[in-house]
């Protein structure tokens, strides 16, 4: 890999996800850095490198697509978007549970299993959360959504991606909009301890 990068936030106002890219930043530090982010609104939140506005995070396969033409360059990606609604705010469980499915498991893992089979990519990081491990039952169906996306990554045919090196990340509760007016619980971390450890990870 030459000294030149291409870095991905898909999820750009993501306090997880620029945390995470923030970790990279320091990891790659003496390498030409470009950055694009996608978010879906524009919440003047301090978004870094070139801002791309989507209507849906699987449109940025296709501007990831045109923007690879150059084969020296590699490329990491950082998925980093969801939804969470509590049970008690939803009307209709089921239609709480297929939203969470479809944005926080579906299109994550369908953007995931995509970037990793790009030939350039070097790193793909996903975020997922410490919920996925266990059940709240005011969040049983957005843990739900986050233990199913693991699933389908652990039962992905990894082998011929040695290469590859992919992460998954399991943050407890961060403040931000998508815990925005929940009460944090036990299990916390910040945005700088997030960099920190991904900074030192390999």
């Not at 940025?60 to 969470?84: D, R």
């Not at 960099?195 to 990870?201: F, R």
Request: glycine share 4%.
């Amino acid at each position: 890999m030459n000294n030149n990068l291409n870095i991905y936030l898909i999820g750009g106002n993501s306090v997880i996800g620029k945390s995470i890219l923030n970790g990279i930043l320091k990891k790659y530090e003496n390498f030409s850095v470009k950055i694009t982010s996608f978010i879906r609104s524009d919440l003047k939140d301090n978004t870094i490198g070139e801002k791309i506005v989507i209507n849906n995070y699987l449109e940025s396969l296709e501007y990831i697509n045109n923007g690879n033409s150059n084969k020296e360059v590699s490329s990491i990606y950082i998925i980093s978007f969801g939804v969470l609604i509590e049970e008690k705010n939803s009307e209709d469980f089921f239609q709480n549970l297929k939203h969470h499915l479809d944005v926080n498991t579906f299109q994550s893992f369908k953007l995931f299993e995509f970037l990793l089979r790009l030939n350039k990519t070097n790193e793909v990081h996903i975020v997922s959360s410490v919920l996925g491990d266990f059940v709240r039952p005011s969040l049983y169906s957005y843990s739900f959504s986050k233990n199913l996306l693991e699933i389908l990554i652990d039962n992905l045919n990894l082998k011929n991606k040695i290469n590859n090196r992919y992460f998954i990340w399991k943050p407890a509760f961060v403040e931000s909009n998508l815990n925005k007016g929940r009460t944090p619980s036990l299990i916390k971390t910040n945005p700088k301890k997030i960099t920190n450890l991904v900074s030192k990870t390999s």
